[in-house]
């Protein structure tokens, strides 16, 4: 029989908070320009551009306009963690025949490590194993995906580790 009153009082408790937030957060004005950053009720809006533009649009800051597919397109290793995939013609054209994505991958995965030691053995293990066809540890699960077959094939034909 108790529940009635625990439940009135929940209504009674929601009732006033919608109101302590009416009070505390006055609805946005009907004129306020649009495309703006406005600050409503504490919480910062995210700036939309306007309809037909994206986020390359001239007025949003030089910082943010495309920043994602630059961050995504200049992930490279450095000249010394490069030079054993460059020493490889087996590890060259498997990394050339790879997706897009797996390469990102990979090479997150050597300028991940910590320590300068570690991302040189992970660089030499990325060249030996993809010289000899095969996936970076972190990339071996699930099925193969069809392309390293053909990503092996090109290895194979460019070096002289065949692939295991």
Known sequence: MGSGRARGAVLRLDRLLVAAHRRRCPPPALDAPQGDIQLVCGERRARRAPAGQGADAPGWPRRLRGAARRQDRDLQLPPELQQPIDE??????????????????????VLSAKRAATREQRARQLADDSAAGRLIPPQRYGETPKWVERAAAAAQAAGSDPPR
């Open 88 to 109: 490889s013609p087996a590890a060259a054209a498997f990394l050339a025949e790879a997706t897009a994505s797996y390469r990102k991958a990979a090479v997150s995965w």
